[in-house]
T-cell receptor
Framework: GEDVEQSLFLSVREGDSSVINCTYT??????LYWYKQEPGAGLQLLTY?????DMKQDQRLTVLLNKKDKHLSLRIADTQTGDSAIYFC?????????????FGKGTKLSVKP | DTGVSQNPRHKITKRGQNVTFRCDPI?????LYWYRQTLGQGPEFLTY????????KSRLLSDRFSAERPKGSFSTLEIQRTEQGDSAMYLC??????????FGQGTRLTVV
């Protein structure tokens, strides 16, 4: 069945790079997403990648996609304390029309000063 | 601010009572989604609308749940005969086809 898996916790020091990993199951997913959720808040879309891309860079964020292994990663360069949040990976199993996103359980990123 | 507003932000209700939540997307959002998020989990899809038509419903949406979007603008999600297991954050998102979905702040429901 459809499933998205992420490690639950990541702790880094301020200024280091953070790498959050995700595996997904639906090879038909056209888009894959990273969302950020701060305490008590809704979800903020950070970035997304189209399935025919291997990499996408957006300022401090780099997304890597290994479609063969169904592995997605998010790298945050120069991590700041304001990056502390829960990061969700999500896939769109209905071919990219953005209905019915499947989310992972989220990775809680803690940034130590 | 995504422009998607949800009301109320918090709701405490007694088991067995009915509750209704409202979501107001921006006018450009012809798609509207409802998700449920329990503690320590990612959001789980419940249902979505294209304009006023409800196009997809998850198995999670039991017959106690009903959603409407009567004029293709705001939407309501009603839970009848609430149970403690319904306690969760209910998230609404608005968007258009093949574009990102913008999430509201959510309505946190506590059933006591």
């Amino acid at each position: 069945g459809e499933d998205v898996e992420q490690s639950l916790f990541l702790s880094v020091r301020e200024g280091d790079s953070s790498v959050i990993n995700c595996t997904y199951t639906d090879s038909s997913s056209t888009y894959l997403y990273w969302y950020k959720q701060e305490p008590g808040a809704g979800l903020q879309l950070l970035t997304y990648i189209f399935s025919n891309m291997d990499m996408k860079q957006d300022q401090r964020l780099t997304v890597l996609l290994n479609k063969k292994d169904k592995h997605l990663s998010l790298r945050i360069a120069d991590t700041q304390t304001g990056d502390s949040a829960i990061y969700f990976c999500a896939e769109s199993p209905d071919g990219g029309s953005q209905g019915n996103l499947i989310f992972g359980k989220g990775t809680k990123l803690s940034v130590k000063p | 601010d995504t422009g998607v507003s949800q009301n109320p932000r918090h709701k405490i209700t007694k088991r067995g009572q009915n509750v209704t939540f409202r979501c107001d997307p921006i006018s450009e959002h012809n798609r509207l989604y409802w998700y449920r998020q329990t503690l320590g989990q990612g959001p789980e899809f419940l249902t979505y609308f294209q304009n006023e038509a409800q196009l997809e419903k998850s198995r999670l949406l039991s017959d106690r749940f009903s959603a409407e979007r009567p004029k293709g603008s705001f939407s309501t999600l009603e839970i009848q005969r609430t149970e403690q297991g319904d306690s969760a954050m209910y998230l609404c998102a608005g968007g258009r086809e093949n574009t990102e979905a913008f999430f509201g702040q959510g309505t946190r429901l506590t059933v006591v």
